[in-house]
Structures are given as C-alpha cells and as structure tokens.
C-alpha cells in the first residue's frame, strides 16, 4: 500500500503563502494521478487541484490563479503551493493518490477513486 505523508500546514494571515510536501513511499512517476483535496467542518471534501501522469494539471476555480500543484519524481513528492491565501482556503489539507488506470479527476475524491490518503496537514488563515 501506498503511504503518504503531507507536511507544510500551518497558520498564516491573509495574503500570505505555504508550500505543502506530500512524501510518497514509492516512485510518484508510477503515481499516475495524484491531487490536493481539502475539507472543513460541515462541508464535503473539495478537490483543489490534481496532476496526471503526463504533468498536466486541473485546479478547482476557487483557487486557480493562486495554487499551483506540482511533482518532483526525483524526490518522491507532490507540492502544493498556496498563494495569496484567503481566509476561506482554512481548511485540512489531504494529499492522495490513484492506485488504479484511469482519469485524474478533481472532483471525484471517493476512495474507489483515490485509493491512498495521507493524514492531513492543518492549514489556518487569518484576516
């Protein structure tokens, strides 16, 4: 099973910027879809932004503009970074990964879907 660990939350005021890391326990290039998706209380999960195997990219419009997704296969690891945060991008942060063929879809984060989670990464901003 493939484990993955998110790292880079923490708390920051508005306009401000974070770059979470998501560590993969085998080579993301064999990863061929991995994305960002992030829940608050009361809400569904939200996909923010995924990257397929060939490096093409798809953010959720909430974001777009501000968020930038990205692999490095040399290190085994997905980023994310987040800029111009609002307080509205408060919010867990989960990285995952698809272990089966198939699409690379940002708004299916079903675990039929995306069969490897990480534990969350808190990300908190302030007005």
Partial sequence: QVRLVESGGGSVQAGGSLRLSCAASESTYNLRCMGWFRRTPGKEREGVAVIDGDGGTNTADS????FTISKDNAKNTLFLQMDSLKPEDTAMYYCAARLTRGACP???SRRSTFGA???GTQVTVSS
Avoid at 63 to 66: A, D, L, P
């Fill in 63 to 66: 974001v777009k503009g501000r």
């Fill in 106 to 108: 940002l708004n299916d």
């Fill in 117 to 119: 989670w990480g534990q």
